[in-house]
């Protein structure tokens, strides 16, 4: 499969007054005002990833096996219902695949990234339950309207600037079946003017990922910042509403 193109972003540009230039805002102050993030736009980060040296297949970012195996006893497995339909957005080179593949009966992995995506297909070739998806980093259009019964994100999020989270949670709205969970790792603390050491941070609070998932007509389980006494930044488990009044569902 070739490359796609890279999606074009837009950021506002500094603008022109009585026939004189005034000076450009510092980019954290404008990233706030429009909601934007040009270090963790579409086109950045497709070049970013595609670029990566997949060679440890993301463990580099485990701090311990210890640590990767209490994430999915305690969040994953107790979130995510076996023998059902299971998204993943961003597998990379499959970090999570493994556990997620285990226990689906059908896993459905989306990527911007061709390249991770690719690296997927080799490492789960004899997998008879996937399918593979390249995406433009916002939008779920290969998978069908309420199809899929769990979503899962770890890592990803946290590098996607918000208006794009705002598109992918409208389409996890579209494609989750009623009672279906998702469980989306996001930034929570959005950035600090001036902060010189955010790299690819995304430009998101857990105020505002809370409003995005209410005006989709998702409805918040709750929102984690540590299991097991680990501290870590997760956001966990947003579940679908179906017909009628709220259902009970799993704390």
């Known amino acids: 499969m070739g490359a796609p193109a890279c999606p074009r972003e837009w950021l506002p540009l500094d603008y022109l007054c009585g026939g004189r230039r005034r000076p450009q805002p510092r980019e954290p102050v404008r990233e706030q005002r429009y909601g934007l993030n040009a270090r963790t736009g579409r086109a950045v980060n497709y070049a970013y990833w595609q670029g990566w040296d997949w060679s440890l297949q993301g463990e580099e970012w485990t701090p311990s096996a210890a640590w990767k195996k209490a994430l999915i006893e305690e969040v994953m497995l107790p979130n995510l219902e076996p023998e059902t339909t299971i998204l993943e957005i961003g597998p990379g080179a499959g970090r999570w695949t493994e556990a997620l593949q285990r226990i689906a009966r059908h896993l459905i992995l989306v990527d911007l990234s061709d390249r991770c995506i690719e690296l997927?297909?080799?490492?789960?070739?004899?997998?008879?339950?996937?399918?593979?998806?390249?995406?433009?980093?916002?939008?779920?259009?290969?998978?069908?309207?309420?199809?899929?019964?769990?979503?899962?994100?770890?890592?990803?999020?946290?590098?996607?600037?918000?208006?794009?989270?705002?598109?992918?949670?409208?389409?996890?709205?579209?494609?989750?079946?009623?009672?279906?969970?998702?469980?989306?790792?996001?930034?929570?603390?959005?950035?600090?003017?001036?902060?010189?050491?955010?790299?690819?941070?995304?430009?998101?609070?857990?105020?505002?990922?809370?409003?995005?998932?209410?005006?989709?007509?998702?409805?918040?389980?709750?929102?984690?910042?540590?299991?097991?006494?680990?501290?870590?930044?997760?956001?966990?488990?947003?579940?679908?509403?179906?017909?009628?009044?709220?259902?009970?569902?799993?704390?």
Not at 176 to 193: F, N, T, Y
Not at 202 to 208: L, V
Not at 223 to 230: A, F, I, K, M, T
Request: charged share 30%.
């Open 120 to 251: 997927c297909r080799r490492r789960f070739e004899d997998a008879g339950n996937m399918e593979f998806h390249v995406n433009d980093g916002r939008s779920l259009t290969a998978i069908a309207g309420a199809s899929v019964d769990g979503v899962w994100s770890f890592d990803v999020f946290v590098h996607i600037a918000p208006p794009d989270v705002d598109a992918y949670l409208g389409e996890i709205s579209r494609v989750l079946r009623p009672r279906g969970r998702a469980v989306i790792h996001h930034a929570r603390a959005g950035r600090e003017e001036g902060a010189a050491d955010i790299g690819q941070r995304s430009n998101m609070t857990a105020e505002k990922f809370a409003d995005m998932v209410a005006k989709h007509n998702l409805k918040l389980i709750g929102q984690l910042g540590s299991w097991d006494q680990r501290p870590r930044e997760v956001e966990r488990a947003h579940e679908r509403q179906g017909p009628g009044p709220p259902r009970s569902h799993r704390a």
